[in-house]
């Protein structure tokens, strides 16, 4: 199942299926594009998995196990292909805060973000290859672009699982917190991201020309909000 918690702005989404380590099924896909849906207009986003152990295992290879066809396979990777695309291209910044172990399509999901904060007692790794597969969802790519490509091959061509502290160095994780302040950690970090300036800095860091850009500094500047806190700053330094 896949829960939506909506607050002043904060859009959490929240991957909790226990019994298969937040592993993603078809009916999963589904389910994130209904929470997508409605976390629209959001002013940050999170994605999470539920408890503590898992972010996301993969995909659910009990659901998964039945097609058997290429065209099937591709449909099946087409579908979460598209799940993924829709989190990178979220309007709002995106958190991927990694509760648990991020593995095979779980490291996919977690790339779509624009930021990864993980408590320190996770893994995570583009182990595809222990199973003769590739990454199917757009992680590659996206991983490349975090890392490189070369150092990008040599994990996923490898199938090399990372401890937490490991994917800071590399770039491929931008946080790491201690397990005790991990949800308190994530929360604050999303919460500074809740604001109008944010969305905009993402969307010029995805590259727009140079006028696009300065549009957006300046309908910033004539909105309410920042004559608002100019007033707050001003009347201090009275």
């Known amino acids: 199942m896949v829960d939506l918690e909506i607050d002043d702005g904060l859009a959490v989404i929240t991957i909790d299926r226990p019994q298969a380590r937040n592993a993603i099924a078809p009916e999963t896909m ?18 999470r998995g539920g408890g503590d152990r898992a972010f996301v295992s993969g995909g659910d290879l009990k659901e998964l196990a039945k097609l058997r066809t290429e065209e099937q396979a591709a449909a099946m990777a087409r ?3 598209g799940v993924c695309d829709r989190i990178a291209a979220f309007p709002a910044p995106v958190i991927a805060a990694l509760n648990g172990h991020a593995l ?5 999901v977690a790339v779509s973000a624009d930021i990864r904060i993980a408590a320190d007692d996770i893994r995570i790794g583009f182990n595809q290859v222990s199973l003769a597969i590739m990454p199917a969802w757009g992680g590659a790519e996206r ?3 975090l890392v490189g490509r070369s150092q990008a091959l040599l994990l996923a061509g490898s199938g090399t699982i990372l401890t937490a502290g ?7 994780v931008d946080q790491v917190l201690p397990r005790a302040a991990f949800d308190e950690g994530w929360r604050a970090v999303a919460r500074s991201l809740t604001n109008r300036p944010a969305g905009e800095i993402k969307r010029v860091l995805g590259g727009v020309a ?10 910033l500047w004539v909105a309410d909000e920042h004559w608002e806190a100019a007033d707050r700053v001003m009347t201090k330094s009275r």
């Open 143 to 145: 991983l490349a672009a």
């Open 166 to 172: 490991e994917a800071h160095r590399v770039g491929l």
């Open 30 to 47: 589904d389910q994130l594009d209904t929470a997508l849906d409605s976390a629209a207009g959001a002013l940050a986003l999170v994605i």
């Open 79 to 81: 579908r979460m292909r």
């Open 210 to 219: 140079p006028e696009e850009a300065i549009g957006a500094f300046a309908r």
């Open 104 to 108: 095979g399509g779980g490291a996919e």
